[in-house]
């Protein structure tokens, strides 16, 4: 796996696909640069080889030309975030573009204008794909947030640089970090998913049983496991479709040895709302009119000590409703027990859109050791599928 470290970029142009789809408000400000720093080390490299960088992305979903989605509107962010002035480009392919990149000097950077302004790129065209590799001696890929997707600047294009492609810094640090909890974990090994339903996480749950020593289930998910078991689960979130998978699931997961810890209590509420009267109960006795929104103070004890006790752990979706502050105590004990564990040398991930907004809700993310910046692509890592954007760099 080559990355940009192999490289020296002295007089070369380095064509670098990054994941800028930054979150704008109504006046079109950037509201998070998350994604833009999580470039920088990437260009910073190339830079200071001495050489210059033109960098792709897409910004949100337009139909066409749409002026909010523009790549303008976040220039300025990457100029404060990199410390370097840009240039920006009003097309991402065709004469400007060619015409500012080969007035390019060693140290400068340009951003091309957004690339789903054209359709071929979500269509993965080949002829819009070798176009935009005109635009540089070097082609890098350093978005992981887009690496699912076989687009055209994300894998098509590759081809058209047999020797001259590597890897962005962040693309390479996810791929080992994730490689860190799949392939070359110290057990024991503990998988925390959580979140809403089974259904968006069993593809992930069957492809770590062989991999995970122990395996914590919360959050609403937990509900179709109680019920599958004969629990009273109330009016709690649960897929009725989806109990024989869950119990199949149990069934595998004695056989491989992985012990399955389910939430022992809950907190309860009689409305989905924080206005709501609540209890602890145990988990399979919630009465009718009552549902679990956030798991109780038995289960955080045990979730806790299963924590303690790992070498590496994955965590992937939250244990309650922890967006509302009364169903939030379940996260963060488990966010808690896993920065002690890290702080003792445990390796711990965190990925997945809401686990990542709950690590950074509750201060957490420097105390957990890599919290990855791909929702979709790090949960088609964690499927164990292969993602076009790194096959290709691959070939
Ligand atoms: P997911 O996107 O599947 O990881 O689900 C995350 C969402 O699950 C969050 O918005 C949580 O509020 C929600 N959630 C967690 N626990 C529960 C629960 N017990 N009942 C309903 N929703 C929950």
């Not at 082609?139 to 699912?148: C, I, L, P, R």
Request: charged fraction near 25%; glycine fraction near 10%.
């Amino acid at each position: 796996m080559k990355t940009v470290n192999d490289f020296n970029f002295e007089n070369k142009k380095a064509l670098i696909r990054v994941d800028f789809n930054v979150p704008l408000n109504k006046e079109l400000e950037v509201t998070d640069t998350t994604r833009i720093k999580a470039a920088k080390a990437t260009i910073i490299k190339v830079l200071e080889d001495g050489g210059s960088c033109v960098l792709m992305s897409h910004l949100g979903r337009p139909n066409g030309k749409e002026d909010k989605f523009s790549l303008q509107h976040i220039v300025d962010d990457i100029e404060s975030v990199v410390g370097v002035e840009v240039k920006f480009v009003s097309d991402c392919i065709g004469e400007k573009a060619m015409e500012a990149v080969s007035k390019m000097r060693p140290g400068e950077l340009i951003v091309l204008e957004n690339l789903r302004f054209y359709k071929e790129e979500k269509a993965g065209d080949k002829n819009f794909a070798e176009q935009l590799s005109k635009l540089g001696d070097i082609y890098v890929n350093d978005a992981f947030g887009t690496a699912h997707r076989a687009h055209a600047s994300t894998s098509v294009i590759a081809q058209f640089f047999p020797e001259n492609k590597c890897f962005g810094l962040l693309l390479a640090s996810e791929i080992e970090n994730i490689g860190k909890v799949l392939t070359h974990s110290e057990k024991p090994v503990t998988a925390i998913i959580g979140g809403a339903k089974v259904s968006s996480k069993i593809t992930i749950i069957e492809n770590i049983l062989d991999k995970i020593d122990h395996l914590i289930i919360g959050g609403g998910m937990a509900f179709t496991f109680i019920k599958a078991q004969g629990g009273s689960i109330g009016n709690s979130l649960v897929e009725d479709d989806k109990q024989e998978l869950a119990l199949s699931i149990l069934k595998q997961a004695k056989e491989k040895n992985v012990a399955v810890h389910l939430p022992v209590d809950a907190i309860v509420a009689d409305d989905f709302s924080e206005e709501a009267n609540t209890d602890i109960i145990a988990i399979d006795t919630i009465p009718d009119g009552w549902m679990g929104l956030d798991v109780g103070p038995k289960t955080n004890m045990l979730f806790s000590e299963v924590i303690l006790q790992s070498k590496t752990i994955l965590w992937n979706g939250p244990v309650g409703v922890f967006e509302m502050e009364k169903f939030s105590k379940g996260t963060i004990s488990l966010g808690n027990a896993i920065a002690e564990a890290t702080k003792n040398g445990t390796f711990s991930l965190v990925g997945g859109g809401d686990s990542v907004a709950a690590v950074k809700q509750f201060n957490l993310s420097d105390k957990v050791s890599y919290v990855s910046t791909g929702g979709g692509a790090m949960l088609e890592m964690l499927e164990g599928k292969t993602l076009p954007g790194i096959e290709a760099m691959l070939k």
